[in-house]
Nanobody
Framework: VQLQASGGGLVQAGGSLRLSCAAS????????MGWFRQAPGKEREFVAA????????SYADSAKGRFTISRDNAKNTGSLQMNSLKPEDTAVYYC??????????????????WGQGTLVTVSS
């Protein structure tokens, strides 16, 4: 099982980035997918999650209205479109896949597989 996150980089405040997550080694469409982030000195926090089919999404309050999560089950990929970025969005972003309970999709314990992370730096 492998989750490969990419798309991070340095962007100015107000800018946009699109993160991608390529999945392999498991049945991608049978897992919900989420994005988490971890800033220096802080705990990992939930950003967004998307249902197996893509029909349902969930966002942290900090992401609502600015970030959009999506997935393409035919390509085994997921994405996180981030707009209006702020310096406080600076963090390592991780994609993850879970299967058991959608009710746990906002918590790290709800996920079985994790990618390696991609760094997003937003300058002021």
């Amino acid at each position: 099982v492998q989750l490969q996150a990419s798309g991070g980089g340095l962007v100015q405040a107000g800018g946009s980035l699109r993160l991608s997550c390529a999945a392999s080694g498991y049945s991608f469409s049978n897992y919900y997918m989420g994005w988490f982030r971890q800033a220096p000195g802080k705990e990992r926090e939930f950003v967004a999650a998307i249902y197996w089919s893509g029909a349902v999404t969930s966002y942290a309050d900090s992401a609502k209205g600015r970030f959009t999560i999506s997935r393409d089950n035919a390509k085994n990929t997921g994405s996180l479109q981030m707009n209006s970025l702020k310096p406080e969005d600076t963090a390592v972003y991780y994609c993850a896949a879970g299967r058991a309970f959608w009710s746990r999709a906002t918590a790290a314990r709800g996920y079985d597989y994790w990618g390696q992370g991609t760094l997003v730096t937003v300058s002021s």
